[in-house]
């Protein structure tokens, strides 16, 4: 078992693990381990230290002031010694290993079932572990050192987080026939609200960036919205058809309609802007082999009309 000074790696394993779960059971059981192992060796820890490591008087447990100090380190070392395997792999020339990935629901079902297929064949020894995810929990994962990278939609303008731009997507409006705007060629925010606007939920960075790029927080929508949101663009296409209205969806959610659907696409008036969507990640992450081989997937899985958006404006997120 390696050890730093008296430190085992493996006690700050356990250590990382219950400040995760904040709760002695379910940390052993995400580590393998019985209850009283870890407890035990979290003790030790404590005994070696000095120092009260966690409050246990709270439920769920929480770090102690110097007990958050030494656990943050810990996620340092224990990434650093996982360098060691990084560096093995570049020596033997292979990429295999476990990519722990979250991405965000807009995306993820285009471009998921071209990555695994893809991912697959190319480098059988990957192992992909997927969640869709909102943006918040994306991130906040990221920085708990639960997922390897993110697949979501960027600038981020957030330290510590590296972003590494992947595609590009405009935006068009999916309307109802019976819509006001339905014969124009191009829509703009005053035709949106028109008719009943559907937008997704509350937590979707794509509903930011749709307020942000027609404007419509300088609009009064209340009047306008239909007291309905979704999580899935795909819903909020077949409510169109059903009940009218209007939604906005990437570009690449438009080049999967059916032809039919299709004709009811119309671009956003006056905008050339488009939605940048980018692998994140922090610096301490330290599988740079297999972040290589994902992006290079996911480029070639990429609509090749995506990959020509680059030069455009970059719409924010505004993130609070």
């Known amino acids: 078992m390696a050890r730093i000074g008296n430190i085992s790696l493996i006690q700050l394993e356990y250590l990382v693990a219950l400040d995760k779960h904040r709760h002695f059971i379910r940390a052993a059981e995400a580590s393998h381990v019985t209850q009283p192992t870890l407890s035990m060796q979290i003790k030790k820890l404590e005994k070696e230290l000095g120092v009260k490591l966690f409050d246990r008087s709270r439920q769920p447990i929480v770090p102690t002031d110097v007990g958050t100090l030494i656990i943050e380190q810990a996620r340092k070392i224990l990434n650093e010694t996982r360098r060691v395997e990084e560096i093995l792999q570049s020596y033997r020339g292979t990429v295999s290993g476990d990519l722990h990935i979250g991405i965000i629901p807009t995306v993820s079902p285009y471009l998921m079932p071209y990555l695994i297929n893809r991912i697959g064949k190319k480098y059988p020894e990957i192992r992909l572990h997927v969640k869709e995810l909102l943006t918040e929990e994306i991130l906040g994962r990221l920085q708990a050192d639960e997922l390897d990278l993110g697949i979501l939609s960027t600038p981020l303008h957030m330290e510590g987080i590296i972003e590494r731009p992947l595609f590009y997507e405009k935006f068009f409006v999916y309307l109802h026939p019976s819509h006001p705007a339905y014969e124009r ?8 609200l028109q008719d009943k606007l559907w937008l997704l939920s509350e937590g979707n960075c794509f509903r930011n960036q749709t307020i942000n790029l027609c404007a419509l927080d300088e609009l009064n ?47 956003v008036d006056g905008s050339k802007m488009v939605r940048e969507v980018s692998m994140v990640y922090t610096r301490n992450f330290v599988k740079a082999r297999l972040i290589d081989a994902l992006e290079d997937v996911v480029k070639v899985s990429t609509p090749e009309i995506l990959r020509q958006n680059t030069g455009a404006e970059v719409v924010e997120l505004y993130l609070n």
């Open 185 to 192: 060629k191009m829509v703009g925010a005053t035709e949106l």
């Open 221 to 267: 929508t209340s009047e306008h919205m239909f007291d309905y949101e979704s999580g899935s663009l795909e819903t909020l296409m077949r409510i169109v058809d059903m009940e009218g209205g209007a939604t906005i969806i990437p570009q690449w959610a438009s080049l999967e309609l059916s032809e039919n659907k299709a004709a009811n696409l119309r671009p």
